[in-house]
């Protein structure tokens, strides 16, 4: 109802004020900016006498997801077939030659045809975003919509497009999930860091341990208010949640069947607290522990000095490798604190016995067998920049969110980074002044803040900028509860992350990004989602 309402409002609007070049530059207002568009002369007429034709089997997706696609959003029809000769369609091929780099696409649009070529499948996903923004707003007329005359050149910036959502300190259904997973295609994003346990809930199946979802998955009551308040109240109303692998292979084929790569984080060897309530003998000082209910990090953390503790995280390591298919397996490594392992016999008997002159060299022993580990499953870790503490794996990718200097640090010794800085990347930061603000983590982080970061700081020497595979925005949910929730504090900011990500660098603009955005939040509205309103932006620029 709300988009044929909306859909009547572009269109008596269009009526009123003709078309012009103006409409149609309006018209073409793609997130994330494409690096090369020019418009040509005439329009192609998209209505139901149209069929989408897949030039390669591997295809077939892409096609049926366009298809559906174009009949949520304007209520037309088209057939899809391989190889058809019709004279009338949308035309999806792969190209390797188009270019280097194989997320790109080229779309082509003229008064006879559609064309879509992806260097890869995943380009090909990309051409067919670009398409679905244009088709929608669009000019409607007789039950058809008038596509300008253009043709796209385009590729990302990044490798690494992402999103991070903690589903521990909440947990967010699989439906939510993949309506996430669809808000991310829709800005040409292609990496899901899925954060899965925590202090305040373990969140996955592991068939091995049942107890991990039995004990670790609830939560006897929660902290209500912010953290730092003085006198901590509690709801007393117990919390939980958990996928079943059924659910994760769901969420990970759908995310396939999208272009997007999902990461699973395992979190070790901090914040682990609630994997300790239910194996308590995996710590130091035997518990017992519950699942953590106040936000913050638990001091309780696995034993490093224990082979239980490595035989236990390996076998979870086998299930969730057989799970997700993606090269990454992220281990966490991020705030441990060290106060049990300096008071516990059996780690101090691990540093001795393996030279290790302290307890951040004992972390990265711990860090380096799970990586070796990791990699005889043919994975490649990856891990918060803590990891750099006391030694870095030689394989390992860092996540660097403490700032960019973890980061620089790594490429500068060869090793793969993804740029996570808090103050542009954490979306659990405030999006405006907090009065104006519901509760959120801390920080300040707006709009215009998220669209002036730079994944390569100026400081990173030429040669190293390689080792920057991208970013991600991260959502952290302590202060998260529902999914409107979610969605307000992660759009519109990830509509500009997606163009950090993927456009050009030096001709990205803010003014000229916030009219598109204008027209894209009506996309937004399509897909019910629950932006934080552009009028409230001027109060977030009081930086
Ligand atoms: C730090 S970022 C954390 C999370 C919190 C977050 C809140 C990181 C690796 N650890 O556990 O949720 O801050 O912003």
């Known amino acids: 109802m709300k988009l044929f309402h909306l859909y009547s409002k572009v269109f008596i609007l269009l009526s009123i004020v003709g078309f012009s070049m103006v409409d149609m530059k309006a018209q073409v207002s793609i997130i994330p900016e494409p690096n090369d568009l020019e418009l040509g002369n ?279 490798v057989d799970l997700f298919p993606g090269p990454y397996i992220h281990v966490g490594g991020d705030e441990c604190p060290k106060d049990r392992w300096k008071e516990c016999p059996l780690c101090q008997k691990r540093m001795k016995d393996n030279g290790l002159k302290d307890e951040l060299e004992l972390q990265s022993y711990f860090i380096k067998r799970m990586e070796k580990y990791i990699a005889s499953k043919g994975k490649k870790l990856i891990g918060w920049d803590e990891i750099l503490e006391g030694g870095l794996p030689e394989e390992a990718t860092v996540m660097s969110w403490r700032g960019y200097e973890g980061g620089v640090e790594a490429a500068h010794s060869g090793h793969d980074v993804v740029m996570t800085p808090g103050e542009y990347c954490y979306f659990d930061h405030y999006q405006s002044t907090p009065d104006d603000e519901p509760l959120a983590f801390g920080g300040l982080t707006t709009l215009s803040k998220v669209y002036e970061f730079k994944p390569i700081p100026p400081s990173l020497e030429k040669k190293s900028r390689n080792h920057i595979l991208g970013a991600q925005a991260n959502v952290w949910t302590e202060y998260i509860k529902t999914d409107d929730k979610v969605e307000y504090m992660v759009f519109p900011r990830l509509c500009a992350m997606a163009e950090v990500l993927w456009s050009n660098d030096s001709t990205r603009n803010y003014d000229d990004f916030l009219k598109r955005l204008n027209v894209h939040l009506q996309r937004l509205d399509v897909e019910g989602v629950n932006y934080r309103p552009l009028e409230k932006e001027g109060e977030g620029n009081k930086e």
Request: net charge negative.
């Open 42 to 320: 005439g329009n192609y007429l998209l209505d139901a006498s149209d069929m989408i034709v897949f030039q390669e089997d591997q295809l077939k997706s892409l096609g049926d997801y366009l298809r559906d696609k174009i009949s949520s959003l304007v209520g037309i029809n088209v057939k899809i077939a391989q190889k058809n000769t019709s004279e009338k369609g949308i035309v999806l091929s792969i190209d390797q030659s188009i270019s280097d780099n194989e997320e790109a696409y080229k779309l082509e649009i003229s008064d006879e045809l559609v064309k879509i070529t992806g260097a890869s499948k995943s380009g090909v996903m990309y051409g067919i975003q670009s398409l679905l923004q244009i088709i929608f707003p669009a000019n409607y007329q007789d039950n058809a919509v008038v596509l300008p005359a253009l043709t796209i050149n385009d590729a990302p910036a990044f490798k690494w497009r992402g999103m991070h959502l903690d589903v521990c300190r909440h947990f967010f259904s699989v439906a939510f999930i993949k309506h996430m997973l669809d808000m991310m295609a829709m800005h040409k994003l292609n990496t899901f860091h899925w954060h899965l346990t925590d202090d305040q809930g373990w969140r996955i199946e592991i068939k091995k341990y049942p107890k991990l979802t039995e004990i670790s998955s609830v939560r006897k009551e929660t902290m209500v208010g912010h953290y730092v308040e003085e006198n901590q109240v509690f709801d007393g109303t117990p919390y939980g949640g958990y996928y079943t692998q059924e659910q994760i292979k769901e969420v990970v084929d759908y995310a396939a069947k999208l272009c997007i790569t999902v990461v699973p984080e395992i979190e070790m060897p901090g914040h682990a607290v609630a994997a300790l309530a239910a194996y308590p003998e995996l710590s130091c000082t035997g518990g017992p522990f519950d699942v953590y209910t106040k936000w913050g990090v638990s001091k309780d953390v696995f034993c490093a000095g224990k082979e239980e503790t490595f035989t236990f995280l390996q076998n979870v390591i086998d299930e969730v």
